[in-house]
């Protein structure tokens, strides 16, 4: 994920957010501001971060009115500091108002994010094992989130249900076994897509290693018993960790030496980072 890859698939969901924020009118606005006049407004950091969302947080004013400018002192993926200047939007008053809840929403959200995964990237540092995000994603903001994993120095894992394979528990009571579920997912998916199991016991493990699975996901496994099945898997696929990963516990995964963590907590849990639009006066223009 990537930020065109992102913004080609944004606008339908900008203008959504904006629609629900704006039914007929803003009421307030327009009371005191009938008319139109320039003016400028600045993008304060109130706390410590990595910013991500820059361009969303752009694209929410151009799309009410395409002459708005806005000039960036900070790009996605910067530490900020609390009390950084890192914009000044110019345009007109109006807009600027209409605005603000909804492009700091998204600022703040990806930015938040984007922080949270920067903290448990650096926990990971010096070791092979990369971070993932998961489809735990607030409805209609996926894309955001994930572009602000990546931002944060983190993976994306699969984006939707069609990106990828991964038979779940409920897919394997589905089928059977485990056995049966990588069969009719080898005779069904195309050849280039891997296969990935979630096991949550020894003999799951065997089994999937056996079936010929290229990933296997240790769910919620006790560390002793992750040690023992990434020996029994002995490189015969990728391993994966995962269940209730936070920044809290994952440095006591590292030793483990998987090739992935995968954390839903990057998406559903990152709090927001504090970010305010103060300052708004008219200008000449």
Request: hydrophobic letters at 35%; one cysteine or more.
């Given at each position: 994920m990537n930020?065109?890859?992102?913004?080609?698939n944004a606008d339908h969901l900008i203008l959504e957010a904006l629609s629900e924020d704006i039914t007929s009118e803003d009421i307030t606005t327009n009371a005191v501001m009938p008319v139109a006049r320039m003016g400028e407004v600045e993008l304060i950091c109130k706390q410590d971060g990595i910013v991500a969302g820059l361009s969303v947080f752009e694209r929410v004013f151009t799309m009410l009115d395409a002459q708005t400018k806005v000039e960036?002192?900070?790009?996605?993926?910067?530490c900020v500091k609390k009390g950084d200047r890192m914009a000044v939007v110019r345009g007109d008053i109006r807009v600027l108002l209409s605005g603000e809840r909804t492009a700091l929403n998204y600022l703040q959200r990806m930015s938040g994010i984007a922080t949270y995964t920067h903290s448990i990237v650096q926990l990971l540092a010096g070791s092979k094992t990369k971070l993932l995000d998961t489809r735990k994603t607030t409805p209609n903001m996926r894309i955001f989130e994930k572009y602000a994993v990546?931002?944060?120095?983190?993976c994306n894992h699969r984006y939707n249900l069609s990106d990828g394979v991964l038979l779940k528990d409920n897919h394997i009571g589905a089928a059977g076994s485990v056995t049966k579920a990588v069969r009719m997912a080898k005779e069904y998916a195309p050849f280039v897509r891997k296969i990935e199991v979630e096991v949550e016991n020894l003999d799951m493990v065997k089994e999937a290693v056996e079936a010929g699975a290229d990933i296997i996901m240790l769910d919620n496994m006790t560390h002793e018993n992750m040690r023992e099945a990434i020996r029994l898997i002995d490189g015969r696929?990728?391993?994966?960790?995962?269940?209730n990963v936070t920044r809290e516990n994952v440095a006591g995964l590292v030793d483990l030496g998987v090739d992935f963590i995968s954390s839903g907590a990057l998406t559903h849990s990152a709090p927001i980072m504090d970010i305010s639009l103060k300052n708004l006066h008219p200008i000449n223009g």
């Open positions: 930020e065109i890859t992102m913004l080609l960036f002192f900070a790009k996605d993926g910067d990546k931002v944060g120095g983190g696929a990728q391993t994966e960790c995962s269940g």
